[in-house]
Structures are given as C-alpha cells and as structure tokens.
C-alpha cells in the first residue's frame, strides 16, 4: 500500500521529545494563553493572524505561509518600535510558543499600562545562564564555544542554544534556542533580541526542556525525524456500543431485574397462587384493624398544647 493511501498516517500519536515535534500546522497551543486578548485577522500581507494585548504594546504575529511562522514583539507604547522580538520558525511546534505566551500573559496581567511597568519590558539579566537555567537544570551540557558565545547541547546533541554573551547590539540576535537535524523541514529555531527580558526566554527554554510528549497525527512528523524520536499510538477511548463479557455486578443486576418482572407477571404456578391469597389475606386483616381503631382515635380528646416556647 502506498504511504500516501495508508490510513493509519493519520492515527494520533504521542511524540517525544516534544522539540523533535514539528508544527502540527496550526498556531491554536501558541494562541491558547492569550485567547482573551484582540484578534485581528488579516486578508492582504503575509501576516494572517495579529493577536494584541488590550492595549497594543504586545504584538503576536503568525505568517501562515512563512518560514519564521512566529513573530511577537514588545514595545513601551502600542506606536512605539519593538523593544524585543522572538521569532518561531514554520517547524517550531505551537507548545514552545505557549511557554512565552504564558508567561507574556501573566506579565501582561500583573502590569499598570500607565505605569509602562510590565515586567514584560524589564531589561534582560547580565547573566546569560538566567535566560537558560531550564536548560541546565534538566542536564543540557555546555560545550565548546567560539569567543563570545556560548552554546549548551541536550546529551544526544539533537538541540541546543546558541548564546551571544557580548550582545553587540540592541536589536542583535543575542539567543537561539533549536531542535533538529539542519534541513528546511527538520529545524526547529527560535531566536531572541539582545533586550529580551530574561525570565521570558527562560519560560520557554522550561518547555522545550520538558519531558511531556505531544499530540500529532502521525503524517505530521517528517520522515527523517521519526528515527529521532518515539512515537506512541493514542488509544481511543473505549466505544460505548461495542459489546463486551458482562462482569460479576451486570449478571446481578440482570437477577434482580428479572426477579421483579416474574413478580408484576400474573401467577402460573400453584405456589404463586397460595403467595398473593396469603397475601391478601394479610392485606385484608390490615384493613379491618385499620377500620376498628379509627373511631376510637375520633373519640379519644385531643392531647393538651404544649406550652409555647421562647425563643432564646
């Protein structure tokens, strides 16, 4: 059967490492956090999908037909230049991005726009290992590095950062952070400004270090990447009308229903008949007692009213 025609190409599969995911070829994990904010959907240019804070300072672009898919800036005022801008390229999975829209969003929540003091704007730490402390916690090495730059590799070497410790410019690419074999399909890269606050790339670098695998259709991951990573089938969930053994509680349940039917049935058998004479027989002496005391509970005076009480 030809690749193309297998349907099983499309069955949903947990993929491991995330970062080796690729995109899924929506932008919907990387929208998710900010989903409350303005959207403003674009017809002409190639940015398709803008996405701002209420007050236009945070800016969330997705080029649908580009290869940086990604690009979000920051500025002091909705009309002002970008302080910082990161940018995602097309193979970046959406969940990456979602670690710094998270955390663009709490910001953006703790901050007085008349103020101009969103933490989101805060200068970037003099300490390159701020920004990639994930990193180093989850056991990436540093290796070898030309001078001024420093660079920090998974063990298996299938991602990395690349660090601009000198940062020679205020809009220079000061952090890139990447996953995957060099290739236009296989790549992932997200690259920070030098004036990038450090908490913010540290809050992706958090993701793109956590071991939660994600959700793609099995299609979706290239050809060359699917040795690199592990893929696990999702199990549908179990369908309601298919049948299956009954178990110890459903054959109970099966008697006692049963049961009550014979009950409401009328009788066929000698046995059932002697049942219901006896009783109506008790129904019937029921009755007459019933009957017998009535007129001495009409006679009897009525029990004297208890005193009202007050209330404390």
């Not at 303005?38 to 398709?48: A, E, F, I, K, N």
């Not at 299938?158 to 660090?163: K, M, Y």
């Not at 002697?274 to 027989?281: D, K, P």
């Not at 007459?288 to 209330?311: D, G, N, V, W, Y």
């Amino acid at each position: 059967m030809s690749a193309l025609l297998d349907p099983s190409r499309h069955d949903e599969v947990l993929v491991s490492p995330m970062y080796l995911a690729g995109s899924n070829g929506t932008g919907d994990a990387g929208f998710a956090p900010v989903a409350h904010w303005p959207h403003h959907y674009l017809d002409d240019g190639p940015c398709q999908l803008l996405v701002t804070s209420p007050d236009q300072r945070i800016r969330i672009g997705w080029f649908g037909d580009d290869f940086e898919l990604w690009r979000i800036t920051a500025a002091e005022e909705a009309v002002a230049a970008p302080r910082w801008t990161a940018t995602f390229n097309h193979v970046t999975p959406a969940e990456i991005v979602a670690g710094l829209t998270t955390a663009l969003a709490r910001d953006y929540a703790a901050s007085d726009p008349y103020e101009n003091n969103g933490r989101f704007l805060a200068d970037p730490s003099l300490y390159w290992a701020d920004a990639v402390q994930p990193l180093l916690d989850a056991g990436w090495r540093r290796g070898a590095t030309k001078y001024g730059t420093v660079e920090i590799t998974t063990p298996d070497g299938l991602a990395g950062v690349e660090i601009d410790a000198l940062r020679g410019g205020r809009d220079s690419e000061a952090v890139m952070l990447w996953a995957g074999p060099r290739g236009w399909g296989t790549r992932a890269e997200a690259v920070f400004t030098a004036r990038t606050p450090s908490h913010l790339i540290a809050a992706t670098a958090a993701v793109m270090a956590s071991s939660a695998p994600v959700v793609r259709e099995r299609h979706m991951v290239h050809r060359e990447m699917e040795p690199l990573v592990t893929l696990t089938p999702v199990v549908p969930a179990a369908d309601p009308r298919v049948s299956r053994s009954p178990t110890p509680l459903d054959v109970r349940r099966t008697a006692v229903t049963e049961a009550v039917r014979r009950a409401a049935r009328v009788p066929r058998t000698a046995a059932d008949l002697r049942v219901m004479a006896a009783q109506s027989r008790t129904t019937s002496s029921a009755q007459k007692r019933s009957s017998a005391l009535a007129p001495a509970a009409a006679a009897r005076p009525p029990a004297a009213s208890s005193a009202p009480r007050h209330s404390r």
